[in-house]
Antibody, heavy 120, light 110 residues
Framework: EVQLVESGGGLVKPGGSLRLSCAAS????????MSWVRQAPGKGLEWVGR??????????DYAAPLKGRFTISRDDSKNTLYLQMNSLKTEDTAVYYC???????????WGQGTLVTVSS | QSALTQPASVSGSPGQSITISCTGT?????????VSWYQQHPGKAPKLMIY???KRPSGISNRFSGSKSGNTASLTISGLQAEDEADYYC??????????FGTGTKVTVL
């Protein structure tokens, strides 16, 4: 059974940093592209970015407004995906989901999400 | 990259069919047959319902179908049931390994 479990959310002050993790199990993580998607309270889904598998160069791509502040990485030895968020703004407050991301069949499995609150 | 445009709400009676539109541009929906649809119940993670415009993942009811014409994709739910009441989001590949979601549609079963 595919399982994705996010962690690392919490309350952070504007300008601060936070690193989210997503522990994966039930599939071959190293062969799988992965994405982060966020949802502000009461709002719609927003694609944050994705990282390809190492066999597909392992590169990361980001939504244009977030490029430069957010960094996605992966540790295939730990079956874990990461999202490093810097220079956080109040508008980054959201539930952050990790999702598996098969080309052509995006976001086929999702975690339960972790809430990030940016507030002074 | 602007969000794809969906109607804020759509409603129907049990047994009826409803269609949700998803309008993008020639840079996303119009250029790629890579539109997907997600169902989200309150407080839950989204669930993939349709991918590559019209394909259904294993386990998804054939009451859900997708199509595309030009810059607009559509999700049709036939034989509407109470459990279909949820938010629905479209998503399209937008080039350069990026994706864009729609604004979301709340489906109400009357």
């Amino acid at each position: 059974e595919v399982q994705l479990v996010e962690s690392g959310g919490g309350l952070v002050k504007p300008g601060g940093s936070l690193r989210l993790s997503c522990a994966a199990s039930g599939f071959t993580f190293s062969n799988t592209w992965m994405s982060w998607v966020r949802q502000a309270p009461g709002k719609g889904l927003e694609w944050v970015g994705r990282i390809k598998s190492k066999t597909d160069a392992g590169t990361a791509d980001y939504a244009a407004p977030l490029k430069g502040r957010f960094t996605i990485s992966r540790d295939d030895s730990k079956n874990t995906l990461y999202l490093q968020m810097n220079s956080l703004k109040t508008e980054d407050t959201a539930v952050y989901y990790c999702a598996s991301d098969t080309p052509g069949k995006p976001f086929d499995y999702w975690g339960q999400g972790t809430l990030v609150t940016v507030s002074s | 990259q602007s969000a794809l445009t969906q109607p804020a709400s759509v409603s129907g009676s049990p047994g009826q069919s409803i269609t949700i539109s998803c309008t993008g541009t020639s840079s996303d929906v119009g250029s790629y047959n890579l539109v997907s649809w997600y169902q989200q119940h309150p407080g839950k993670a989204p669930k993939l319902m349709i991918y590559e415009v019209s394909k259904r993942p294993s386990g998804i009811s054939n009451r859900f179908s997708g199509s595309k014409s030009g810059n607009t994709a559509s999700l049709t739910i036939s034989g509407l049931q109470a459990e279909d009441e949820a938010d629905y989001y479209c998503c399209s590949y937008a080039g350069y390994s990026t994706d864009v979601f729609g604004t979301g549609t709340k489906v109400t079963v009357l």
